[in-house]
T-cell receptor, first 111, second 107 residues
Framework: GAGVSQSPSNKVTEKGKDVELRCDPISGHTALYWYRQSLGQGLEFLIYFQGNSAPDKSGLPSDRFSAERTGGSVSTLTIQRTQQEDSAVYLC?????????FGPGTRLTVT | KNEVEQSPQNLTAQEGEFITINCSYSVGISALHWLQQHPGGGIVSLFMLSSGKKKHGRLIATINIQEKHSSLHITASHPRDSAVYICAVDNNNDMRFGAGTRLTVKP
């Protein structure tokens, strides 16, 4: 069956622009996670959705970051006024119980 | 001190060797995950543990909740096992990650 998909796979944007990253989870998976992996760094947890709600948004790095999930399915991560330090691979994962299935990631480069 | 510590940071082995990667954590957890990240960047979940031991093929994962420690073992290692192995602790969906162990298995 189809896995987790993310789009775009690569995004190059100018500093100060807004970007929107999309995640399509596996059908039926109620939980959805966003992570960030900066170059040469470990994974960083950003936010988790159960259904359409995100109980804890404290993992988002700044108020320029926001995320939403609609219909218990697709999620978007929006970064406003991008900065160079936002350059990273943004990963999405979904799960039904505990095991997480990861998408291929979106590589964001802010120039 | 990081909440999740992995060791070793880097590991080089000869094909066929038995591999152990360790993970210690300092926070309460509902589950612990072992992930594999290949050079191309894709991440695969290997195990999710909340107690005891799990085995999948040549991979074995154990966890000791009292000691807050988990190990990932690879038996009869193969060059295709070369990857970064990441320990992640799950505290009711608040995830914390180790820095990863880069494993290189030489033929």
């Amino acid at each position: 069956g189809a896995g987790v998909s993310q789009s775009p796979s690569n995004k190059v944007t100018e500093k100060g622009k807004d970007v929107e990253l999309r995640c399509d989870p596996i059908s039926g998976h109620t939980a959805l996670y966003w992570y960030r992996q900066s170059l040469g760094q470990g994974l960083e947890f950003l936010i988790y959705f159960q259904g359409n709600s995100a109980p804890d948004k404290s993992g988002l790095p700044s108020d320029r970051f926001s995320a939403e999930r609609t219909g218990g399915s697709v999620s978007t991560l929006t970064i406003q006024r991008t900065q160079q330090e936002d350059s990273a691979v943004y990963l999405c994962a979904s799960s039904y119980l505990y095991e997480q299935y990861f998408g291929p990631g979106t590589r964001l480069t802010v120039t | 001190k990081n909440e999740v510590e992995q060791s070793p940071q880097n590991l080089t082995a000869q094909e066929g060797e038995f591999i152990t990667i360790n993970c210690s954590y300092s926070v309460g957890i509902s589950a612990l995950h072992w992930l594999q990240q290949h050079p191309g960047g894709g991440i695969v979940s290997l195990f999710m543990l909340s107690s005891g031991k799990k085995k999948h093929g040549r991979l074995i994962a154990t966890i000791n909740i009292q000691e807050k420690h988990s190990s990932l073992h690879i038996t009869a290692s193969h060059p295709r096992d070369s990857a970064v192995y990441i320990c992640a602790v799950d505290n009711n969906n608040d995830m914390r990650f180790g820095a990863g162990t880069r494993l290189t298995v030489k033929p």
